[in-house]
C-alpha cells in the first residue's frame, strides 16, 4: 500500500508521492530563537523527524529545510529588555535548540537557514511582488500584500478574506494600510530596531523582514518554487501559512507545496502550555529531570500526530516503562547471538513487525499503531526466547533495530555508542540491494551497493542469505 498523508489543502488523505521520484524536499517551521523553545513546539518537531526517518527507511532520499527565525516583534523585544544587539541576542538560544534537539535525538535537518542571513533573497521576493502589482509601499514606508489581489486567499486555512478582522496577523493597527486586511512583507525601521542592529536597506526602503517573508525566501532558495511536504504545527495554518502561500505564489504563479502537513498542540494536566498558566516546561526541564529521551518519543509516539496529546507525569512514567521493555528486549537479543539464518518463528515474527509496522505507518504516519507492532514483536520475541529459541539470525535484530530507529523509542544502551543516523541508512540501502539481487535487478542492486559506499560502508552477502555492513576500511568476515 502507497504512504498516504493527511494534506490540510485538500483535507484528504492522499497518496504521496514526490515531484522527483526517489527524492523528497520537505521544509519545516523551525523555532523563533528569542527564548528556549517549549516541549510543545518539540513535540511538532519530533513528528517531523519521525516523517524525516520513515521517508528514509522507505528508501526515498530527503532534503529538509528547517528554519531558524531569529529577526521579528519577540527577538527584537527580547534583544532590547537585555540591552544587546540581537544577534547577541538570539545566538546562545539558537545554541540551546540544537543541544534540546540533540537530547531528543532529532536529526540534522539538510540545512538551518537564519533568516537574518538571507535578508538579500528577502528583498528581491519583495521587489519581484512590487512588480507584479500584488504588493504597495504604505504610507508609513512599509510594505504590504494586496490580499485583494490575490483571490485564492483563504485555502489552506479555509478562512474567507471577508471574516479577516484588523489585527489578526502583524501589529497591524500600527501600520498605515490600503486595506485592514493586508499582511505586512516588509517593516519600515524603527529606532527601536536600529538599536538592536534589525535594519537593513532596500530598494523600497530600510526596513526589516515580516515574519511571513522570512520562510517563503528561504524554501524557495533552498528547495525550488514548489517542494513536496511543508510541516509545522496547526497553530502556524493560519495566518502563517496561508500567508507563505499567497506570497509564494503570487510571485511564481506555482504551488509553493504539494502536501501540507500539521500537527496538533501538546497540552499539559489538560490545558495549553502557557507561562501564564505555569505550565511551560521545556526539553531542558525534562533533561535537568533525568528523564530519558526515548520515553518523552515514546509518549508523543502513542497519540497520533493530528491528535492533541495531554502530557502528564503518570503519562510520562507509563511510557518510560514501556521505553525500558523495548531496551529490555533488545539486550536480550543481543545476548541471543546472531549466527546463522533465523528459524521459522522469527521469520514469522519479524516478518509480521515488518508489515505491520509500515501498514501503519502508509497510513498518514500512524505512530501509535507502529508502536503497538513493536510492543508486539517485543511479547512474541520475548516468548520464544523464554522457550529456549535463540535462533535469532543478524537480520532480524538489524531490522528491529531500522523499525525502532525510526520512531527513537529504545533507550540507548549507557555503555554502547547509538547507531548514527547515516549508519540506518546503510542498512536501509543494503536491504533494498538485498531485495534487488533476490529479484535479479542487478543494475539497481548494484545502484544501491554504490550508495550504501557513499555512506562509507561497505556490504557483502553471507552464506544464509543476509548481510554484513562494515565501515570502509574495516575487514569483512572471509577478508
Excluded at 490575490?150 to 479555509?158: A, C, E, N, Q
Amino acid at each position: 500500500m502507497p504512504l498516504r498523508l493527511f494534506n490540510t489543502l485538500t483535507r484528504r488523505l492522499d497518496a504521496f508521492a514526490p515531484l522527483t521520484p526517489g527524492r523528497v524536499t520537505m521544509y519545516t517551521c523551525g523555532p523563533t530563537v528569542w527564548n528556549y523553545a517549549h516541549i510543545g513546539n518539540f513535540r511538532t518537531f519530533v513528528f517531523e523527524d519521525v516523517l524525516r526517518r520513515y521517508l528514509e527507511y522507505a528508501g526515498f532520499a530527503v532534503t529538509q529545510v528547517m528554519n531558524l527565525t531569529d529577526v521579528d516583534d519577540r527577538t527584537i523585544n527580547a534583544a532590547r529588555a537585555a540591552g544587546v544587539r540581537l544577534t547577541e541576542h538570539t545566538a546562545p538560544f539558537t545554541r540551546a535548540f540544537h543541544e534540546d534537539r540533540g537530547y531528543l535525538r532529532i536529526q540534522d535537518a539538510t540545512r538551518y537557514p537564519a533568516a537574518t542571513a538571507h535578508i538579500p533573497a528577502m528583498v528581491e521576493l519583495v521587489s519581484r511582488l512590487l512588480e507584479k502589482g500584488v504588493a504597495y509601499k504604505g504610507e508609513d514606508g512599509s510594505v504590504y500584500f494586496a490580499i485583494a489581489k490575490f483571490p485564492t486567499y483563504g485555502r489552506l486555512s479555509r478562512i474567507e478574506s471577508r471574516e479577516i478582522k484588523v489585527g489578526a496577523r502583524v501589529s497591524s493597527d500600527e501600520y498605515a494600510k490600503e486595506d485592514a486586511r493586508d499582511f505586512v512583507l516588509w517593516k519600515a525601521a524603527k529606532p527601536e530596531d536600529e538599536a538592536v542592529g534589525a535594519a537593513w536597506d532596500a530598494p523600497f526602503g530600510r526596513g526589516r523582514p515580516g515574519w511571513h517573508l522570512e520562510c517563503s525566501a528561504m524554501a524557495r532558495q533552498y528547495l525550488g518554487e514548489t517542494i513536496d511536504i511543508h510541516a509545522g504545527g496547526v497553530d502556524l495554518i493560519f495566518p502563517h501559512h496561508e500567508d507563505e502561500i499567497a506570497q509564494s505564489e503570487a510571485a511564481t504563479g506555482k504551488p509553493l507545496a504539494r502536501t501540507w502537513l500539521h500537527g496538533e498542540f501538546l497540552l499539559v494536566e489538560g490545558t495549553k502550555m502557557s507561562k501564564r498558566y505555569g505550565n511551560f516546561l521545556t526539553v531542558r526541564d525534562l533533561k535537568d529531570s533525568g528523564i530519558d529521551p526515548a520515553a518523552v518519543r515514546l509518549l508523543f509516539c502513542q497519540t497520533h500526530y493530528r491528535r492533541q496529546l495531554n502530557f502528564t507525569d503518570d503519562a510520562l512514567k507509563a511510557a518510560a516503562a514501556g521505553a525500558q521493555r523495548i531496551a529490555e528486549f533488545a539486550a536480550r537479543l543481543a545476548k541471543a547471538g546472531a549466527a546463522g539464518a533465523p528459524t521459522a518463528e522469527w521469520r514469522a515474527a519479524l516478518d509480521a513487525l515488518t508489515g505491520s509496522f509500515a501498514a501503519a505507518m502508509d497510513e498518514d504516519l500512524d505512530m501509535p499503531g507502529a508502536l503497538a507492532a513493536i510492543m508486539e514483536f517485543v511479547r512474541e520475541g520475548n516468548r520464544l526466547l523464554d522457550a529456549g529459541n535463540a535462533g535469532v539470525g543478524a537480520d532480524v535484530r538489524a531490522a528491529f533495530e531500522r523499525v525502532t530507529g525510526v520512531l527513537q523509542v529504545a533507550p540507548h544502551d549507557a555503555g554502547a555508542a547509538a547507531p548514527s543516523d547515516v549508519e540506518r541508512r546503510a542498512h536501509v540501502l543494503a536491504q533494498r540491494r538485498a531485495e534487488f539481487r533476490r529479484n535479479k535487478e542487478w543494475a539497481r542492486a548494484d545502484e544501491a551497493r554504490a550508495q550504501v559506499l557513499a555512506l562509507g560502508f561497505d556490504v557483502r552477502d553471507t552464506r544464509d542469505g543476509g548481510y554484513e555492513l562494515r565501515p570502509v576500511g574495516t575487514a569483512l568476515p572471509g577478508q
